[in-house]
Structures are given as C-alpha cells and as structure tokens.
C-alpha cells in the first residue's frame, strides 16, 4: 500500500478517505439505577448509566477507538455485533482476548464498517449481562452525498430486562423498591409501556425505524395504519426492499425499515406476541401520531 501511496498523489488522497476520521467514545460499565416505568426502578447493569448504552456513530473507513471502563461487579467485554474486526477486538473472554475485570480498561480499536445498523454487547456472561441492559446501537452513516431515501431517523432497542438473570445477578436488586430475581419486563429504549413515549410524526414524513432485538425471544412488531418497507437486515443492504406490517425481530437480529407517514392518526405499534403486550397497555408497545 505504502509503494502506491509513494507513487501517485491521486492514491494517496483516496488513502486518506478511505482511512477516515477517528473516533474516540468511553463507555463506562456501571450497576446504576435505571427507571424503567413511572414508579418502576429497577437494578440495571448500564453503559454511561444509560439503557440503551450511547449511541456508537460514525463513517464507513473512520477508525473507532472505543474504551470500556468497567466499573461493574464482575467481568465483561465488548462484542461488536455484525462488525467484521480484527479477531483481537471481538471481545470473547478465552477466544479472542482477555476478561476485563473490575477496575481494568480496554481499548477496542476497528474500522468502521459499510453503513448500516450493528449493536454491541458484552460476551462475557451475556445472557445475565445482556438482559441487566448492557447494550446500544453502533450505526455507520452513508456518505453524505448518497440518495437519502428517508426524513429522518428513530430507533426501536427491543430490550428483555432480567429475563435471563441467573444466580449471580439475581439478588442485585437489594435497593429498596428494586426489582430483583427473575421477573422479565419488556424494553423499548429502556422503557416499557405505558412509559414508551408517544412517537410524532408529521403527514408525509419518511422515517427510517432501525430495529434491534437485543434480547432471546422474537417479537413480531407491527404497525396499524402503515406500512414499513424493509430496506436492510443485519446491516445490509437489499437489493429488492419489501413491505412489511409485522417485521418478526429474531433474536439478535436487527431491521432497517421505512416508513412513510402516509396516513393520518393515532396508530399502534405492538409486538404481535400479544403476551409481550399484557392488556395492551405494558410491554413491547406505544403510539405512533401522524399529524
Ligand atoms: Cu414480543
């Protein structure tokens, strides 16, 4: 690379595209707090005290540098899901690199990938880890003079606090009116219903919903009213987008689609496994406003 770079001066400015802006996030892991209803607090496991954990943005080609701090209890990592790194930065204790105990940092440094929604999450213990909410989005932009096919943007971070949490984790919830032990509460963004706040959108907007499931069962969200056509899955792009009304998220996996605000009113969206959305009114649900 370097020879070429040496001898044309036309290579060595697409090098320096192609290579990008770093950038750098701290991502502190922490128990904290994390309100999860009105009057509902519960005993969280949180990037930077958040659930979902901050948003990891950026360009095709930038060079992420990301540090975990772990502030937790116990050991973790960071695995950054659907992102081709180096195998030293996929964060799998025993395969890929170290644990990062309590008290220790890691660095994490990759190129960011095509465009596209990815998420991350840690890959030590994550089943407990995963569902006490250590999780977020990392999303690469398209260029900035690409087509844009949509106004703008809103994420949908399906979350299932506690569904997993096994003996180690279990008795965490000793904060008085914490929630502790094995009960599962349905997230949106870290809120479940009626906490999930309205979604306004105005007639004729296009809004590109990026759908994760961070959590282990499916959920078939669907929309009343409208219609999402499915434009990627799991950060690529297809080549022929559908329509979709129910978008059954597998574990793991995330959806990119779009919606065009083409009908007016106040409108459901729900996970269509209706013991997900008990008396309509808890669970995976919200109301989406065109007006
Ligand atoms: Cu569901």
């Known amino acids: 690379m370097k020879a070429f770079v040496l001898s044309c001066c036309s290579i060595l400015l697409l090098a320096v595209v192609a290579h990008g802006e770093e950038r750098q996030f701290v991502l502190v892991a922490s128990a904290a707090p994390w309100q999860i209803a009105p009057g ?66 890691f660095t994490y440094v990759f190129h960011a990938p095509s465009p596209g929604t990815y998420w991350y999450h840690p890959h030590a213990n994550s089943a407990d880890q995963i569902s006490m909410g250590l999780y977020g989005l990392l999303i690469v932009d398209p260029p ?16 299932e606090y506690g569904s997993m949490m096994g003996a180690g984790v279990s008795g965490r919830g000793g904060m008085g009116g914490m929630a502790g032990g094995t009960a599962s509460t349905l997230l949106i ?34 929309v009343h009213g409208l ?9 690529f792009d297809l080549q022929t987008p559908y329509k979709k009304d129910t978008v ?13 605000a083409d009908n007016k009113g106040i409108w459901m969206v729900h996970c269509h496994n209706l013991d997900h959305v008990t008396d309509l009114s808890t669970g995976l649900i919200f109301n989406l406003v065109v007006d």
């Open 227 to 235: 219609h999402w056509t499915i434009v990627a899955t799991d950060g």
């Open 144 to 159: 900035a003079d690409a087509p844009r096919k949509y106004d703008r943007e809103v994420s949908m971070v399906i979350g």
């Open 40 to 105: 509902r607090m519960v005993m969280a496991y949180s990037y930077n005290q958040t659930v979902p954990g901050p948003e990891i943005r950026g360009n095709a080609g930038d060079v992420f540098r990301i540090m975990l701090v772990n502030n937790l209890p116990v050991p973790t990592t960071i695995h950054w899901h659907g992102v081709a790194v180096p195998n030293d930065m996929d964060g799998v204790p025993g395969v890929t690199g170290p644990v990062v105990n309590p008290g220790q940092t």
């Open 189 to 222: 963004n870290g809120k479940t219903a009626p906490a999930i706040p309205d979604l306004r959108i105005r007639y004729g907007e296009r809004v590109l919903f990026r759908m994760v499931n961070t959590g282990n069962m499916v959920h078939p969200m669907h």
């Open 248 to 260: 059954p998220i597998n574990a793991g996996e995330r959806y990119d689609g779009i919606l065009e």
